[in-house]
């Protein structure tokens, strides 16, 4: 049974960076892509960008310039970073695989606040 | 535009049908996923390429495409369903994008 479990810093400071890490348990990274996702406090979800084990990511154009997703095979993780993060990056921030083009197994979801 | 748009808030008596719809141009190409979240829940898949229920999701829900018009039908509405529910599709440049979402409320 595949889980994700996420984890990292809640609460950060304008202009500072973001970054999270999430944990596959259970499955492997081949054949799927991984991605982080996010929702900001009552507002739809936000695709971020997404990672295939090859290490070919694709971006969400909006934060392209801010945002790296990375993977590390040896240890079944793949992490997300988003710098100079404002307070319009204060939301809920997923990983999630990718089957089929949709989503099918999500993490448990983590709060980040940016505040100064 | 790539947007996915939903009709914002949707009511339901117990036990009737309910459908929801979500409109773009890029569901003309590619299917739609949809999803369940509960508050402070992660989001749930209910259906994936159009018509596929995962494995668990009860075979109330069920999912059509129609022209530019993804939509998700509860045949049967149960007080469990009351949730938020988005729907999903890439678009033709790559990119993923959610839609406005539908407040379901069970009656």
């Known amino acids: 049974q595949v889980q994700l479990q996420q984890w990292g810093a809640g609460l950060l400071k304008p202009s500072e960076t973001l970054s999270l890490t999430c944990a596959l348990y259970?499955?492997?990274?081949?054949?799927?892509?991984w991605g982080w996702l996010r929702q900001p406090p009552g507002q739809r979800l936000e695709w971020i960008g997404e990672?295939?084990?090859?290490?070919?990511?694709n971006y969400n154009p909006s934060l392209k310039s801010r945002v790296s997703v990375s993977m590390d095979t040896s240890r079944n993780q793949f992490s997300l970073h988003l710098s100079s993060v404002t307070a319009a990056d204060t939301a809920v921030y997923f990983c999630?695989?990718?089957?089929?083009?949709?989503?099918?197994?999500w993490g448990q979801g983590t709060l980040v606040s940016v505040s100064s | 535009s790539s947007d996915l748009t939903q009709d914002p808030v949707v009511s339901v008596a117990l036990g009737q049908t309910v459908r929801l719809t979500c409109q773009g141009d890029?569901?003309?190409?590619?299917?739609a996923s949809w999803y369940q979240q509960k508050p402070g829940q992660a989001p749930l898949l209910v259906i994936y390429?159009?018509?596929k229920r995962p494995s668990g999701i009860p075979d109330r829900f069920s999912g059509s495409r129609s022209g530019n018009t993804a939509s998700l039908t509860i045949t049967g509405a149960q007080a469990e369903d009351e949730a938020d529910y988005y729907c999903?599709?890439?678009?033709?440049?790559?990119?993923?994008?959610f839609g406005t979402g539908t407040k379901v409320t069970v009656l």
């Open positions: 999630a695989r990718l089957y089929t083009d949709a989503w099918d197994y």
């Open positions: 259970g499955g492997s990274f081949s054949a799927h892509r």
């Open positions: 990672i295939i084990d090859s290490g070919i990511t």
């Open positions: 890029s569901l003309r190409t590619y299917y």
């Open positions: 390429a159009k018509d």
């Open positions: 999903h599709s890439p678009d033709r440049s790559g990119n993923r994008v």
